[in-house]
Antibody, heavy 118, light 107 residues
Framework: QVQLQESGPGLVKPSETLSLICTISGYSISRGYHWGWIRQPPGKGLEWIGSVFHNGDTNYSPSLRSRVTISVDTSKNQISLRLSSVTAADTAVYYC???????????WGQGTLVTVSS | DIQMTQSPSSLSASVGDRVTITCRASRTINSYSNWYQQKPGRAPKLLIYTASSLQSGVPSRFSGSGSGTDFTLTISSLQPEDSATYYCQQTFTTPYTFGQGTKLEIK
């Protein structure tokens, strides 16, 4: 059974960098698929942040591209998200997910709430 | 970015009703449309992928159709556990944008 688990600080100060890790179990990242990050501000809809392929190729949402980095560590079977210069607008539940290119995200983590506040 | 516009934004229906939610893409996405169900405090769950394929384990009362720019999600006979917010998504080209969501309430 494929399982994903997000981890990282739940509180980040404005202007600092948000860092999250997604640990995947039950499936080796090296086998393929894209692995994505999606976020959801409280009470709002879903926003695609970006994704990474097992070889490290990435794609990012244009609205976040200047501030986001997604990377993969196949040795640890993890992907990571870094979002710099955060503001209150980046407060959201952050999800990682397995993405079958063209066919959507079939496995999701439970999500982790990150609050940006001083 | 491709914009995905869902309608309605909310609806209320009774158990046993047939419910349809629509999604329109700002340009053609062939059949690369997916539908998710999200319940409060939970991660989204994939229901339909590539417009009409039913994800494994999803009840057969859920179905999808469409191609090009117009897509629909249909629940043939609404059940109490279908109360949720539903999102469409395009995976034709990155960024894989989502619709704004449709909140479905059971009367």
């Amino acid at each position: 059974q494929v399982q994903l688990q997000e981890s990282g600080p739940g509180l980040v100060k404005p202007s600092e960098t948000l860092s999250l890790i997604c640990t995947i179990s039950g499936y080796s990242i090296s086998r393929g698929y894209h692995w994505g990050w999606i976020r959801q501000p409280p009470g709002k809809g879903l926003e695609w942040i970006g994704s990474v392929f097992h070889n490290g190729d990435t794609n990012y949402s244009p609205s976040l591209r200047s501030r986001v980095t997604i990377s993969v560590d196949t040795s640890k079977n993890q992907i990571s998200l870094r979002l710099s210069s955060v503001t209150a607008a980046d407060t959201a539940v952050y999800y990682c997910a397995r993405v079958f290119q063209g066919s959507g995200a079939d496995y999701w983590g439970q999500g982790t709430l990150v609050t940006v506040s001083s | 970015d491709i914009q995905m516009t869902q309608s309605p934004s909310s609806l209320s229906a009774s158990v046993g009703d047939r419910v349809t939610i629509t999604c329109r893409a700002s340009r053609t996405i062939n059949s690369y449309s997916n539908w998710y169900q999200q319940k409060p405090g939970r991660a989204p769950k994939l229901l339909i992928y590539t417009a009409s394929s039913l994800q494994s384990g999803v009840p057969s009362r859920f179905s999808g159709s469409g191609s090009g720019t117009d897509f629909t999600l249909t629940i043939s006979s609404l059940q109490p556990e279908d109360s949720a917010t539903y999102y469409c998504q395009q995976t034709f080209t990155t960024p894989y944008t989502f619709g704004q969501g449709t909140k479905l309430e059971i009367k």
